[in-house]
Structures are given as C-alpha cells and as structure tokens.
C-alpha cells in the first residue's frame, strides 16, 4: 500500500509535488531560454513552490512556439535564490510584484492579480498567461498563428465546448436549460450570464484560464469592470472573491475579443485522469488530477530531454 494516500488531501498534495520537484531537477541542466523582444510575452505568476515545474512549463512552451520573453508575476513567496534561478535560466525576466498591482473595485486573490497585469500591459505587447502545471509536448502551429495575427485565445474547458465564442442566452440555453444553479461558483455565474447584460450583445466562451492569449493593443480594465459589477449583481459581491471568478472573467474576455480563437481540445488540454491522444501538443495537469497516474511526470521528464537536445 501507498502509505501517503492515507494521508489528508491537502498533505498528500504537498507530499506529491515535493517528489515532483525532485524528479524533474534535471530542468537545472538545461540549456537557458534566450528571450527575444518581438511584441510577445510568456506570462506566470509563481512562487517559491512552483520554480522547478514553471521552469518546465515555459521552457518547453518557449521551445516550441520559439519567440518572446518572460514575465513573472511575484505570489509573495519568491526567494533571492528562486530570483537567480529564473535569471539565469529565463534571460533575467521582468519580475512583478503582487502586492503592487492596483486593485481599483476587482477582488483580491484568486488569481485577479494575473488578470489584471495583463489587462494593464497588454496596450504594446501581445501577453499569453502560462499556468506552471502544464507541458508543451510538440509543434503549436494553432497557437503560433493565433498570435502572428494578433488574436486572443483559450484552450477549451472540454471536449464537449463550441469552438467558438456565444452570446450569453444561447450559452446558457446550451448548458444551463434548469436554470440558474447553485453549488461551485462557476456554475453560479455562468447559469446567470443571461440575466447580466441581456442587451449588451456580450459573448462567453467556457475556456481555462490556465492557458489564454490577450492580443496586444485590445481593451484594459474598462470591460473587466463592467462585468465584475454584473457579476456582484447576479452572485453577491462578496463571492466575486471566490477562487474560480477570475477563471470566469478571462473566459468572458477571450469571448469578447475580435476573432478570438479556441484552440482545438484534442491538441490542447486539461489532464483529467485520461490517456491524451498522440496528437496531442500542450497538457495542463489540472490540480484534481495532477499527479494520476505518473503522466505529469513522464511529459516534464520528455519535455526535459527534449530541452537536453
């Protein structure tokens, strides 16, 4: 028997990521990524916890898609010694501070942070938001093009999600015909998109913040804000604080981009448990399912030697 499964969840977590960190140490003995500043920008925001899989997350990205540099958003926890790591390994990247972002009316925490850097810096640089628990397996022709032509994009939330952006009556209609539902609040907000702005012509996607592109030059906080308001209507503000809201807002703001793409799920996905299909070229090892069977492990291990080439 596994002795740590009989440990509390939230222990064996810790546990299991400590033995990941371990395992993919050989990320220190690859090549460093050599940034170029060509109007792209690989965004994370990271701690100390997540220096050696974030470094197996862009470095396999930025391997395949080759272009842009990197930016870091601070959680807090980053130490002088994470700092020299990631100078060393990603070209002394642009590193953010968490508690300088401005707040203005948004939640703290639950990630709103991210959101709201990228919202404040997108105006000249396209700026692509790169969870660190996820792997580049191969070619992303889909996404080199989404950002060659300046277009947002998400990965999909699922297998079973329009590819491409609705307005807010059909996608509820489409996934929430009982009406609005309570439980997880992202099945809160989104049974309730109807009511929000019934005439505001506004569009939702059901995407995965975790892996989204934000085209340079496209709107800021303004429309952020207009939702967040309509949000606080419909679920009380506050749970607008509750993680899984700002999940919701990116979704909302791919949507509403001009020729947003959806990337397609067969090459782009969330690992819930399952085997991916050969074709498969970008994995995001979702915190449910992780650690399943061994899979995070043995794509940051290819990932690894494909870096060592």
């Not at 080759?66 to 070209?91: K, P, Y």
């Not at 000249?124 to 032509?149: C, I, K, M, N």
């Not at 439980?183 to 569009?203: F, I, M, Y």
């Not at 991916?276 to 979702?286: I, L, Q």
Request: charged share 20%; proline share 6%; aromatic share 10%.
């Amino acid at each position: 028997m596994n002795m740590s499964n009989l440990l509390p969840y939230r222990w064996r977590v810790k546990h299991q990521a400590g033995r990941h960190n371990e395992a993919i140490a050989g990320v220190l003995d690859t090549p460093p990524l050599v940034p170029r500043r060509d109007g792209l920008v690989l965004f994370s925001m990271i701690g100390t916890a997540v220096v050696l899989p974030y470094l197996v997350a862009v470095k396999s990205l930025w391997q395949h898609l080759g272009r842009g540099r990197v930016a870091i958003l601070d959680d807090g926890t980053l130490t002088a010694q994470d700092r020299a790591i990631l100078a060393a390994h990603l070209g002394d990247p642009q590193i953010l501070r968490i508690d300088e972002v401005p707040q203005g009316p948004f939640p703290k925490g639950g990630c709103w942070e991210r959101l709201l850097t990228i919202l404040d810096h997108r105006a000249g640089e396209y700026w692509l938001q790169l969870d660190s628990d996820t792997v580049t397996l191969g070619p992303v022709p889909e996404l080199e093009r989404a950002v060659a032509s300046n277009r947002s994009f998400t990965m999909l939330g699922g297998d079973d999600v329009p590819t491409e952006a609705l307005d807010l009556s059909e996608f509820v209609r489409r996934y929430y015909p009982d009406g609005p539902m309570d439980g997880h609040v992202q099945s809160r907000v989104e049974s309730r998109l109807a009511t929000l702005a019934p005439d505001a012509g506004w569009k939702y996607i059901r995407g995965c913040a975790g892996f989204a592109g934000f085209a340079a030059g496209n709107a800021g906080r303004d429309l952020a804000a207009a939702f967040l308001r309509r949000m606080a209507t419909a679920i009380g503000n506050d749970d607008t604080a509750i993680w899984g809201t700002e999940q919701v807002a990116s979704n909302f703001l791919v949507a509403n981009e001009p020729g947003a793409v959806c990337l397609p799920h067969a090459r782009y996905l969330n690992y819930w448990g399952e085997p991916w299909g050969e074709d498969a070229a970008f994995v995001h090892f979702v915190g449910a399912h992780r650690y399943d069977n061994g899979a995070y492990l043995a794509a940051s291990r290819q990932a690894i030697a494909q870096l060592k080439r």
